[in-house]
């Protein structure tokens, strides 16, 4: 579904005005998970079929919010100044530190953001482009001034280690943006927008428990707790990569045509392409399809593999910070997850300085300080 366009000489859209990311440093090669899960696999076959060749896993002393924290704090010294302090976070993650309560109130906290609104966002690996989506409109309506979109995984802690099918995939990391108002032909402009879902495939891409469905406890009959208490599978992501494989190709492909028509623009105007990094090979075939060149083609699959809802603007503040692209040069981004869902936005290439950092480990928590009644 493609958004609305704006009226005829609204020009105010929201700009990426601070880009940040933060990758946890343990870098783990395909050699390394293929020995710790003992899987029936090789190397050759996993950067062969993905293009992976590494990953960066968190570790138990650091959680989603840690990355966040960090990724949102390097977006915001990388806008400056200039920019209004944020006055609304928005998290997208599929791994957050808690089920309740969201994760994106700490993070605000640590961040010193006062009592700004803030929540997560579930719409996994699309995460971050629903979140731009959202944090847009909620810019260009007049209900902020200066959200922040960060996205933030830790799939280390949902992926199974000894399944040869996900486990060489996944890595930890996360990446965001600081976003004001301004003008359609500035560089880091976000134009036009497209984001769509099909829960008919729910089943493709799961955590079965944790949910209502099946609780991390067990159900409840209501003669005591434990009866189909979740096995280790249960706790674990599970794909069925064949099928998610073409869903991919498919709405990634569609739902950048969408966007680009929106926009006005042809394919192969296109300066930077830049696909949810899951699979190498599901990045050239959305690309060959819609007619975008190879050299415009950007991504860092090959040292960070799959972070899920991080890894658009991951690779974003990657090819950013090697000045892949000259600030103002026409971009699509496009991403696809589980839900399933998907998102395409067209934008003008940022000219932010990239700011990345380590992971900020969370301070002591301090006993909550009572309001006063006035
Ligand atoms: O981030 C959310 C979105 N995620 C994606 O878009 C990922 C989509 N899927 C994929 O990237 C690919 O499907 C995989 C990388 C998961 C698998 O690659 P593939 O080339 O599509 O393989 P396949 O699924 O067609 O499976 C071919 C064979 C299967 O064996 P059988 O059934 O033909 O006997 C798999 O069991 O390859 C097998 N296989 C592996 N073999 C060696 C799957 N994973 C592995 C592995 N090593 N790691």
């Known amino acids: 579904m493609t958004s609305p366009s704006s009226a005829p000489g609204d020009r105010a859209r929201a700009v990426i005005a601070g880009i940040g990311s933060c990758l946890p440093p343990l870098v783990v090669t395909n050699t390394q998970v293929i020995a710790r899960g003992n899987l029936d696999t090789t190397d050759a076959w996993i950067t062969g079929r993905t293009g992976i060749h590494r990953r960066r896993l968190a570790g138990p002393a650091i959680s989603t919010g840690d990355l966040a924290t960090a990724a949102a704090r390097a977006a915001i010294d990388s806008a400056g100044s200039a920019v209004p302090r944020p006055d609304l976070l928005l998290l997208a ?5 808690r089920p309740c309560p969201a994760t994106a109130p700490e993070v605000a906290h640590r961040l010193g953001l006062g009592t700004v609104p803030a929540f997560d966002l579930a719409a996994v690996c699309s995460g971050f482009l629903y979140g731009l989506v959202t944090a847009s409109a909620l810019l260009r309506s007049g209900t902020c001034r200066a959200p922040l979109v960060v996205a933030a995984e830790k799939y280390s802690t949902i992926v199974d280690p000894f399944d040869r099918d996900t486990a060489p995939l996944f890595g930890d990391a996360a990446a965001a943006v600081a976003l004001r108002l301004g ?15 099909d829960g008919g495939g729910s089943d493709l891409i799961t955590v079965a428990a944790g949910g209502s469905r099946l609780p991390a406890t067990g159900i409840d009959t ?4 434990g009866i189909g208490t979740p096995g280790h599978g249960d706790r674990c992501f599970r794909m069925r990569g064949r099928q998610v494989y073409a869903h991919a190709v498919r709405r990634m492909t569609s739902s950048s045509e969408a966007v680009l ?15 949810h990094q899951a699979n190498q090979r599901i990045l050239d075939a959305v690309a060959d399809r819609l007619g975008v060149p190879p050299r415009h083609r950007l991504g860092n699959i090959r040292d960070v593999g799959n972070t899920a809802g991080a890894s658009v603007p991951l690779a974003l503040a990657d090819a950013a910070a090697r000045h892949a692209c000259a600030p103002g040069a026409r971009t699509l981004l496009t991403a696809f997850g589980g839900g399933l869902t998907w998102a395409s936005a067209t934008l003008l290439w940022p000219d932010a300085p990239v700011r990345t950092t380590a992971p900020e480990p969370r301070p002591p928590l301090h006993d909550h300080q009572e309001v006063s009644p006035p």
């Open 222 to 225: 209501g003669i005591g707790i």
């Open 183 to 197: 003008n359609a032909d500035e560089p880091g402009a976000v134009l036009e927008t497209d984001w769509g879902s």
């Open 261 to 275: 028509a929106t926009t006005g623009w042809r394919p192969e105007e296109v300066r930077a392409f830049i696909g």
């Open 93 to 97: 993650t599929t791994t957050p530190d």
